[in-house]
Structure formats: structure tokens, C-alpha cells
């Protein structure tokens, strides 16, 4: 007879499970397809993620395929970055720089200038208008890859073109791909001379680069602070006369070849959407041994965006005896090693 409460209490405690099992069991069915609807949902923000740093339809299909961000900085109400592709050797395949549909819809154009490059020429104070150059300039970076001689981007947006006049001066997008280290660039002093340049600095920048590493004939259009000189074809457009769409001029500091520079109509993008390439024009011979492009593209992506690219990379070695720039990290030096210097 003790044994027929505990017996009662035993029978009791399973009913109550049993029933626990039951209420359990449709909620856990009631739960699949919100786990499901979640999963789709969390795998969609994935993908999206994970392309919204290359639109193949901005790129095409070859050249979206391993394209990856490197660096992105704010530009109006979007961004401009940097992206880039490498082979299994860590050899550059392709660099970008994309300006995104959002970016491109609302560039800054007031004030023309974002101050970063101004000489005081009165000394009554800056003048954004009469003091400064460079337009809005933002900087960003490249990956360390084997032998690639650029090192730096710096980008700028010129709202209303610059001199010299018929060949620059419409709305444009600079692009300098910088062999000069980032920290020796920032020596180049501003100052009253041509476009904001130190005049010491200016006769700097200016001084010849000796064949065989100079473009034979190129001249024009002069020296900027926190730049160095930039020289043109002058005999392609749009120094020709001939239509201004995508450019191409070299930078020169102290003798050498400092930067490489494509510059893009700004216009000619928006209205022509293009995806046009064009061969890079080279010098006879280089100074630092390592991958150079052949080829430079333009292109307006479905969405909106401008991307332009440096293709088709090539090794080039550097003649016995060439003495590379001390200036010039990054890149594969005459002897085969690799110098970083940032």
C-alpha cells in the first residue's frame, strides 16, 4: 500500500512529459519554415556582400572574375577604391580604380578645390579659387605585389578641367599611378610658381629624364606642388586637337619617371558609356625591373559606375647599370630584389 503514491506521482510526471512532447512538437514544425525563410535570407546578404565590391556587369565577365577591393575612401555621396588582381605568383594581372554610381551622381563642385594643395600667394590667406590646385584629391593604395612598381594612387576629380587650355580644361578624373614613394611625394613643396609649386621645386621636377627612359618628344603642360612635372604626347589628342576622351601622360621628378597618369573625360563617360581600351604608351626602357601594363580601359557599367583598369601586364628588366631612384620602393629593383619602403 506505501508503494501507491509514489506509483500515482510516477504516472502523473509521464503524462505531463508525453503532453510537454506534444505542445513541443508544432511549435518546432511552426519554426522550419522561419529557420528556412532566415537561411535564404542570410545566404542572399552573403552574395550581395560579397559583389558589391565588383559589379560584373561594370567589368565583364573576364575581367570581374578574381577582381578584388584593395582600398575605398568616400567621394560625394559613393566612393572611389582601388581594386586588383594577381596570379598564383603574386603577379599583377590587372589594377582598377572604380568610381561608383553613387559617387559619380553627386561629385563635389563646390568649392572647385579641397585645399589640400594651396600656396598663400598674397599672404592675405587662402583663396580655394586662386591658391590651389588638384582639385579634390583623395589617396589610396595598391597592394604589394610581386614586382609591381606602382605603389599609391593618387585620385583627383577636376570639376572643371585645368590648363593648358583646349586640352584639359573640361571635367575630368586624374589618376596617378605613383611610382614615387607616398612620403617623398609629400616633399614637393607647394609654393608660387606654375601650379602651386615650390620654384626650386618646380626646376626639380622638371629636369630631363635621360633616354632611354624618357617618351621621345613628349613636352607639356608643366610642374604641380605635391606632384612633380607632367608631360604629354603632343602630338595625340587631345594636345592635337583631336578628341579628349582618355589621356595618358607620364610624371617626372628629379630626373625620372615618377608616376604614370590616365586621365578620363568625365563627360565623354556619361555620354558615350564606353568600354574602350587603348594600348599604354611606353618608354624605350625602364628603370626598376618588374610588370608594367600594355593596356588601358574605360569602361561605364550598367549600373552607373566608371571603372578604368591597367591590363595586360608584362615584365620588363631594366638595362645593366640603370640606377633606380632612391625614392622608388615597391617595385623589383635592377638587381632582382624587392625594396618596400612604406
Known amino acids: 500500500m506505501s508503494m501507491a503514491p509514489e506509483t500515482t506521482e510516477r504516472k502523473q510526471a509521464a503524462g505531463r512529459q508525453a503532453s510537454l512532447r506534444l505542445w513541443r512538437w508544432p511549435l518546432v514544425l511552426s519554426l522550419i519554415p522561419l529557420l528556412t525563410l532566415s537561411f535564404v535570407f542570410a545566404a542572399t546578404a552573403t552574395r550581395s556582400n560579397a559583389s558589391a565590391a565588383v559589379e560584373p556587369d561594370s567589368l565583364g565577365p573576364d575581367i570581374a572574375r578574381g577582381l578584388k577591393s584593395f582600398n575605398k575612401v568616400s567621394l560625394g555621396g559613393g566612393f572611389v577604391e582601388t581594386l586588383y588582381s594577381a596570379d598564383s605568383s603574386n603577379q599583377p594581372q590587372t589594377l582598377a580604380v572604380r568610381v561608383d554610381a553613387a559617387a559619380m551622381n ?31 584629391e583623395r589617396d589610396l593604395w595598391f597592394p604589394k605585389l610581386s614586382g609591381l612598381p606602382f605603389q599609391w594612387l593618387m585620385f583627383n576629380w577636376q570639376a572643371h578641367g585645368h590648363g593648358p587650355a583646349h586640352v584639359f580644361d573640361k571635367p575630368h578624373f586624374d589618376m596617378h599611378f605613383f611610382i614615387q614613394d607616398f612620403t617623398e611625394r609629400n616633399r ?42 607632367h608631360i604629354i604626347d603632343p602630338n595625340a589628342a587631345p594636345a592635337n586637337g583631336g578628341p579628349f576622351t582618355q589621356a ?6 628629379d630626373g ?7 586621365v578620363i573625360n568625365r563627360d565623354w563617360v556619361v555620354s558615350a558609356k564606353p568600354s574602350e581600351c587603348r ?17 588601358m580601359c574605360t569602361r561605364y ?10 591590363e595586360n601586364f608584362v615584365k620588363r628588366t631594366a638595362p645593366a647599370g640603370a640606377q633606380p631612384p632612391a625614392w ?12 618596400h619602403s612604406h
Not at 220 to 226: D, K, L
Not at 301 to 310: A, H, K, R, V
Open 188 to 229: 614637393i613643396r607647394t609654393g608660387p610658381c606654375n601650379l602651386v609649386i615650390n620654384c626650386d621645386d618646380e626646376a626639380t621636377a622638371q629636369k630631363p629624364v635621360p633616354a632611354p627612359y624618357a617618351p621621345e618628344g613628349w613636352g607639356m603642360p608643366g610642374a604641380a606642388g605635391r606632384m612633380g612635372n
Open 328 to 339: 622608388a620602393g615597391g617595385a623589383t629593383q635592377a638587381n632582382g630584389s624587392a625594396t
Open 256 to 262: 625620372h619617371i615618377s608616376f604614370w597618369e590616365p
Open 248 to 253: 595618358f601622360a607620364y610624371g617626372t621628378w
Open 279 to 295: 594600348a599604354v604608351p611606353q618608354t624605350p626602357a625602364v628603370e626598376l625591373t618588374g610588370f608594367y601594363p600594355t593596356q
Open 106 to 136: 553627386s561629385l563635389p563642385t563646390t568649392p572647385v578645390q579641397d585645399g589640400q594643395t594651396c600656396f598663400d600667394k598674397t599672404g592675405a590667406g587662402i583663396d580655394l579659387a586662386t591658391d590651389c590646385a588638384s582639385g579634390h
Open 301 to 310: 557599367g550598367t549600373n552607373g559606375d566608371l571603372t578604368f583598369t591597367l
